[in-house]
């Protein structure tokens, strides 16, 4: 792309991001997120960075993660301390868990996903006492879970299914 057209924009490196994210590129990831300004004058939007707390958090470096939520040049939201949350799931770090979903539900107190996401980290340390207390929290405030939903194509009758989980 350098070579032969357009320079790299604000959505190319969404793209860039998500793919080392998903691949495990971390080094890649970061030399890409660094040169985005600096080379490409690409400001770093919202987006990049949720792929940033991502593709550390998929590699463990959860405390790296939380720095870069810490130094980042927009104000983080709660798809980023989701993305958080989620990765200190598959990590077992249920301290980390605690406080991004603190901050999740200080911004959006009715998230059902950060009480679910932090059970899922309790319940994977073994932390039962602390997943009763959640539950009992979440029906004291009348919060239930959402059913998860997904499309179908049968391919018979090139329908689409409605599939509730």
């Known amino acids: 792309m350098l070579r032969i057209g357009p320079k790299p924009d604000y959505v190319t490196f969404v793209s860039l991001l998500c793919a080392c994210s ?11 997120y ?7 004058d690409v400001a770093p939007r919202i987006e990049h960075c949720v792929c940033m707390v991502d593709l550390l958090g998929r590699a463990g470096r959860l405390t790296e993660a939380e720095k870069f939520i810490e130094e980042m040049p ?21 301290s980390t868990a605690t406080r991004a979903a603190q901050r999740l539900l ?6 059902d996903s950060a009480y ?3 059970s899922n980290a309790y319940a ?21 879970k959402k059913p998860a939903c997904s499309w179908i194509k049968t391919a018979e009758q090139g329908a689409f299914i409605r599939h509730w989980r």
């Open 22 to 32: 998903h691949g495990g590129l971390v080094d890649e990831g970061l030399e890409y």
């Open 34 to 40: 660094n040169s985005m300004s600096s080379e490409f």
């Open 74 to 94: 927009v104000p983080p939201n709660d798809f980023i301390w989701r993305s958080l949350l989620s990765s200190t799931r598959t990590q077992r770090n249920p």
């Open 106 to 111: 200080e911004l959006s107190p009715s998230d």
């Open 116 to 118: 679910v996401l932090l």
């Open 124 to 144: 994977l340390n073994g932390m039962w006492e602390n997943v009763d207390k959640l539950r009992t929290h979440m029906n004291l405030i009348d919060l239930k």
